[in-house]
């Protein structure tokens, strides 16, 4: 089957729109996960009211995984993390989350342009009930986005996929390892943007998912087909063993901007995933994602489908 035809938008679309919660003027960029039988979303928001500025994550639960509540306040509350550098990062928001044993890591990369450098780093934050919310370190230098943690060890070692580089600058994924999701080295680079049209300048990672086949990696991508950005979303599948190996990657993109929602925001024509769901009882696979960086939608398909897409590289 076509790529482009196997994920199909949520008729409620968009599932979580800023138009519903006063004080907000975008939510977006979700990162899923489950938690005690729901569906979690840990939400990208801003609010550019100039006196009280601010780009941070919210909670959002959901016993359905589309009727969404949204947390009354920041997840991460800045006034309990020490070091006054991190406390002065600019906002938290494009987190990619990954359970690992009992304690679910999020990495959101921070701006340095509140303490005076410039580009994105990552920091890594961790918890196990999303009331305690713990700063672990920053684990990267600048010009870092995108940090996707692998759920576990493989061969003994933790692994990570990032997308260095910020703006007009060309992006691609790189992988690396570490003993303790601290201290990380080892980079190689695992794939260039401009495979495809889609991904002419940028291609960048979401946390890797374990399937039979190997490890499920969905990816955004962008391309300048007009003077301006259009974001896509692909997928990639790497070895089990040896997760520097690519299995095989979609040709095509899974979703571009169609519906108005996508089309026009504070960003135009974006639909950026931060992560994904699998139910591989029913072969389903749900990603989130942020729409035109405004609201947050859905598309869910057949899981078998968007690997077999990536194994064929349709
Ligand atoms: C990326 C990040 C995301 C955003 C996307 C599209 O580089 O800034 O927050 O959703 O661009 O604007």
Not at 143 to 171: H, T, V
């Amino acid at each position: 089957m076509e790529p482009r035809k196997i994920l199909t938008r949520h008729e409620n679309n968009p599932l979580i729109d800023p138009a519903d919660y006063p004080g907000i003027i975008s939510a977006f960029n979700p990162s899923p996960f489950e938690l005690n039988g729901k569906i979690c979303l840990l939400v990208s928001t801003t609010n550019t009211n100039k006196e009280n500025n601010f780009r941070e994550t919210f909670l959002a639960e959901s016993t359905d995984g589309i009727h969404f509540t949204l947390s009354g306040t920041p997840l991460v509350d800045r006034s309990s993390i020490k070091d006054p550098v991190v406390k002065a990062l600019g906002g938290i928001i494009d987190n990619r989350i990954t359970k690992i044993d009992d304690f679910y890591y999020f990495v959101s990369p921070q701006g340095t342009w509140e303490v005076g450098h410039q580009g994105c780093v990552s920091v890594l934050y961790k918890t196990r009930d999303f009331i305690d919310i713990e700063f672990v370190e920053v684990i990267s230098l600048p010009w870092q986005r995108g940090c996707s943690l692998f759920p576990g060890k493989i061969n003994g070692k933790y692994y990570r996929l990032d997308r260095p580089g910020e703006g007009a600058m060309k992006s691609g994924i790189w992988i690396s390892s570490s003993p303790d999701l601290i201290h990380w080295g080892c980079h190689r680079p695992l794939l260039s943007p401009g495979y495809a049209i889609w991904n002419g300048l940028k291609i960048g990672p979401t946390p890797p998912i374990e399937v039979d086949e190997g490890w499920l990696v969905i990816t955004h991508g962008m391309d300048i087909p007009d003077n301006s950005m259009h974001y896509y979303i692909g997928a990639l599948l790497l070895d089990k063993e040896n997760p520097q190996h690519i299995l095989g990657k979609t040709n095509s993109y899974l979703l571009a901007a169609e519906k108005d929602y996508e089309m026009f925001g504070h960003v135009n024509h974006v639909v950026f995933p931060t992560g994904a769901i699998i139910k591989a009882e029913s072969d389903e696979i749900l990603i989130y994602y942020g729409a035109a960086d405004t609201r947050v939608c859905l598309a869910s398909g057949s899981l078998s489908r968007v690997i077999e897409a990536c194994k064929k590289e349709l």
